[in-house]
């Protein structure tokens, strides 16, 4: 089974900086694109970041010169640093794996229904 587990949430204050991690179980291709989504209370999930093995990437112009994202394959983890946090960024973070391959930026442009994967979320508060 395919396991997606996050780590790195927390609260903030605005302007502050956060790494976020997660780690996957049982899901390797170099392919297919993993990364980030965010759900903000009352709004819809939206993408904001990812990446393929071969370095390929894609982000969300709400978060593009903010946010990074990166992996370590020899780790099977991804991560998230966020720097200059605003209070607009609080949300719940979901690390999720795509089950279509291609280019991420069409990836994330065919929105979660394209993703198979999830893990549980962890929360990010900015004050």
């Known amino acids: 089974d395919v396991q997606l587990v996050e780590s790195g949430g927390g609260s903030v204050q605005a302007g502050g900086s956060l790494r976020l991690s997660c780690t996957h179980f049982g899901y390797s291709s170099s392919r297919h694109c993993m990364g980030w989504f965010r759900q903000a209370p009352g709004k819809a999930r939206g993408g904001i970041a990812g990446i393929r093995r071969d370095g390929d990437e894609y982000y969300a112009d709400s978060v593009n010169g903010q946010f990074t994202i990166s992996r370590d394959n020899d780790k099977d983890t991804l991560y998230l640093q966020m720097t200059k946090l605003k209070p607009e960024d609080t949300a719940v973070y979901y690390c999720?794996?795509?089950?279509?391959?291609?280019?991420?930026?069409?990836?994330?442009?065919?929105?979660?229904?394209?993703?198979?994967?999830w893990g549980q979320g962890t929360q990010v508060t900015v004050s």
């Open positions: 999720a794996a795509a089950r279509v391959f291609g280019p991420c930026v069409e990836t994330w442009a065919a929105g979660t229904g394209v993703f198979d994967y």
